[in-house]
């Protein structure tokens, strides 16, 4: 979360007002995060959170909003996407869910209670394993469908784009991984993985709590349609792991997997393939933090993340793989 385009009180104003949302009291742009521009937006009717798209488009955005719809209406506690009132149809009941600000796509969601929990226990990973496993179940029948766009095609796009500026050791490992995964996504065990709408990007800093609680999943600008196995990767990579050295947390690990198959058990495709995804979403983190850090936009309020921690993630992952035997 940035700001990449500045957007004035006046603006926010009419949004909220065309938005039936109540008279604006502030706007406070959010610091952090890389790819769009983010702003809390208080009314007189309560907190939202203001997100101008800096590259999803107005024809992509569809599906991360309506996804967002379809979860809340579904009981996952997820920022719920407002509407234009006036703007439904048959199909679309909730209405016109992407708005123009500034030129750009836009959308105004409700502001999650709670704050991320930057050292999780046992007990957390536990709740983000079993709310992961409703969401997926949850999202079966979503009608609508787009790739995960950072997704393998990505991964082949952007490795020659990063590679001059990474060192031998460096760019070996990323040729040699990317052939792997190729390989791995061209066999049959991967062909069987079940799939369905993915987060694709549940970090620590995606997930709120309250007093212990999960309050809710957000950030939803990088689902698509994947391997839901993938999505449990990512999550293991992040919530999981001995952050400075990338080494996985053994106690962490089971407690996730255990909250997650206490809601839906691991296929065996998705145990027998379980260190390969651990492997590439450690890969898909690093090219995108390269990509990212040597190759920036500029923004008024943007912190590049550190590549070299994916790339320990990677490293131990290749080096000690992990075995599902949940």
Same mark, same amino acid.
């Given at each position: 979360?940035?700001?990449? @385009?500045e957007?004035?009180?006046?603006q ?9 949302l109540g008279?604006?009291?502030? &706007? ?13 937006? @208080? ?5 939202y959170?203001?997100?101008l ?5 107005f024809?992509q ?5 309506h #996804?967002?719809k ?10 719920d996407p407002?509407g234009?009132?006036?703007?439904? @149809?048959?199909d679309?009941?909730?209405?016109r869910?992407?708005?123009e600000?500034c030129?750009k796509p836009?959308a ?17 990973c536990?709740?983000?394993g ?18 995960? &766009? ?9 490795v020659?784009?990063?590679l001059?500026?990474?060192?031998a050791r ?7 991984e990317?052939?792997?995964q ?10 069987a993985?079940?799939?369905g709408?993915?987060?694709a ?10 007093d212990?609680r #999960? ?11 994947d ?9 293991l990579n992040?919530?999981c792991?001995? &952050?400075p050295?990338?080494?996985h ?24 393939l379980?260190?390969?995804m ?6 898909r983190?690093?090219?995108?933090? #390269? ?11 943007l ?7 994916f ?5 131990e ?10």
């Amino acid at each position: 979360m940035a700001v990449f @385009t500045e957007v004035s009180e006046a603006q926010a104003a009419d949004l909220a007002a065309r938005l039936a949302l109540g008279e604006l009291r502030e &706007l406070r742009g959010i610091q952090g995060g890389i790819e769009n521009t983010n702003y809390f937006l @208080t009314t007189s009717q309560g907190e939202y959170v203001l997100t101008l798209f800096e590259r999803l488009t107005f024809d992509q955005l569809p599906f991360y909003l309506h #996804l967002m719809k379809h979860l809340a209406q579904h009981g996952i506690p997820v920022p719920d996407p407002h509407g234009l009132p006036g703007s439904q @149809t048959a199909d679309h009941p909730e209405g016109r869910l992407v708005h123009e600000v500034c030129g750009k796509p836009a959308a105004v969601v409700d502001k999650l209670r709670g704050r991320s929990e930057l050292q999780p226990t046992a007990a957390h990973c536990t709740a983000v394993g079993e709310m992961l496993a409703r969401m997926h179940i949850a999202g079966r029948d979503y009608p609508r469908h787009q790739p995960n &766009l950072r997704g393998l095609p990505w991964w082949n796009e952007t490795v020659p784009v990063v590679l001059p500026h990474v060192d031998a050791r460096q760019a070996a490992l990323l040729v040699s991984e990317l052939a792997f995964q190729n390989h791995i996504a061209s066999g049959s065990a991967y062909a069987a993985l079940p799939r369905g709408a993915i987060h694709a990007d549940l970090f620590r800093d995606n997930v709120m709590f309250e007093d212990g609680r #999960l309050t809710g999943f957000f950030d939803f600008y990088f689902a698509g349609v994947d391997t839901w196995v993938f999505d449990i990767a990512v999550c293991l990579n992040d919530w999981c792991i001995d &952050l400075p050295s990338g080494a996985h947390d053994d106690e962490r690990t089971r407690a996730f997997l255990d909250g997650y198959t206490r809601v839906r058990r691991l296929a065996s495709a998705e145990r027998q393939l379980l260190p390969a995804m651990l492997r590439a979403g450690a890969l898909r983190f690093w090219i995108s933090r #390269l990509w990212d850090f040597h190759l920036p936009r500029e923004a008024s309020m943007l912190k590049a993340h550190d590549p070299s921690h994916f790339e320990r993630v990677l490293r131990e992952r290749v080096a000690q793989p992990l075995r599902a035997e949940t």
